[in-house]
């Protein structure tokens, strides 16, 4: 994650405390990996850490580097005992998009792949865990507090406020366009939770779609029920998610909402995982014109998520705020208005209200 480490220090190099130190913090090129003959690896740093606090970004999930996701994250974890072995003061992880947060179901005969890393990290030496948007709220619950923080940031506020910024600008456009014309519509019952927090965000309508899986399949839709509590004719409907991954989900949900006629269907999620065929879906959508927008952060490095290769993406960029989550961190600062519930009222009345 070295360029997206590197927008991150030349964000926190801005903050008055930490001008002092902006040509000896940043270590983005401190770690190397030596590869052995017979495959094995070693990770070496090349700079004195001793008695200082740590910021380590990884990515196991898609990266610039082109590494598996079982590689990146070994890589991840011979990376936190070198650091541990160097006397860093305090090791955080910052994993923006947490690859294996799908994986935390205990059933009887199956792995909680979740579970496997953070105990993992924990066990290494890792004290603090910071991501965007996990899968579940209940994943924070497998780290033990006592042993290593967790701070889970709801990144779908980020998004709001790019609504608010680009699309809606005031108050009388909520009132009079958003209000009356939009609607917030989930993927699946799981994700009803997300689409809600948008409705009641800027008081629009609520659509909940109901998936059932193949589960004989991987990535497979059986069929697709849409409730709700007042008709989609000529809404302008914004499907939530946390992830687009295959995009097979939504293309569904696309294809099942469509023959409603709403006005125009966009899609707003934070993670852009967008494995093959994500872009071939998505870009004939756009041009069979069931498909306005795509709206994403940054938070997975992904060759496949720019606007050049998918129509009508837009990218927002979350690396000022991981600039301001590391500040209050190091500062022992409170987040409490990280977390804080967004109101797109009180946001285009006091815009400054909502300053991290």
């Known amino acids: 994650m070295k360029e997206y480490a590197s927008r991150v220090v030349e964000q926190v190099t801005k903050f008055s405390s930490f001008v002092s130190i902006a040509e000896t913090c940043n270590a983005v ?28 970004f990884t990515s196991c999930a898609r990266n610039e580097a082109n590494i598996a996701v079982e590689e990146a994250k070994i890589e991840a974890y011979h990376a936190v005992d070198a650091l541990k072995r160097s006397q860093a003061t305090r090791i955080i992880l ?6 294996c947060s799908r994986s935390d179901r205990t059933t009887r005969r199956s792995s909680v792949g979740l579970w496997v890393h953070f105990k993992t990290l924990v066990s290494l030496g890792t004290q603090h ?8 709220d209940k994943s924070k619950s497998m780290i033990d507090p006592t042993l290593c923080k967790v701070d889970d940031i709801p990144a779908l506020t980020l998004l ?43 008081g629009a309508p609520l659509v909940v779609a109901h998936k059932q899986r193949d589960y004989s399949q991987a990535n497979t839709i ?6 709700s509590a007042e008709p989609i004719e000529g809404k ?11 995009a097979g989900s939504v293309a ?3 294809g099942a909402l469509a023959p409603l006629k709403p006005a125009e269907i966009n899609i707003i999620a934070v993670h852009a995982i967008f494995s093959p065929p994500a872009s071939q879906r998505l870009n004939q959508l756009s041009e069979q014109g069931l498909l306005r927008r795509i709206i ?35 500062n022992n600062s409170p987040m409490s208005k990280l977390l804080q519930p967004f109101n797109a009222e009180t946001y285009l009345r006091s815009p400054m209200l909502f300053n991290y």
């Open 29 to 56: 090129d401190a770690l190397k990996t030596d590869r052995f003959g017979d495959g094995e690896m070693e990770v070496v740093i090349n700079t004195s850490i001793r008695g200082k606090d740590v910021i380590l």
């Open 94 to 99: 910052f994993e923006p998009f947490v690859s």
């Open 129 to 136: 865990i910071v991501t965007y948007q996990l899968h579940s």
């Open 160 to 202: 709001k406020r790019y609504l608010c910024a680009v699309y809606i600008r005031n108050s009388n456009s909520l009132e009079e366009e958003v209000r009356p014309h939009w609607a917030f519509c989930s993927v699946d019952a799981g994700g009803e939770k997300l689409a809600r927090d948008f409705a009641n965000a800027f």
């Open 222 to 227: 059986e069929s697709i029920n849409i409730l």
């Open 236 to 246: 302008i409907l914004w499907i939530v998610d946390d992830m687009v991954d295959t």
């Open 252 to 254: 569904s949900l696309i």
């Open 296 to 330: 994403v952060t940054d938070t997975v490095y992904c060759p496949y998520s720019t606007p050049e290769r998918i129509l009508n993406l837009e990218v927002v960029s979350s690396t000022e705020l991981s600039a301001k989550i590391i500040m209050a961190i190091v």
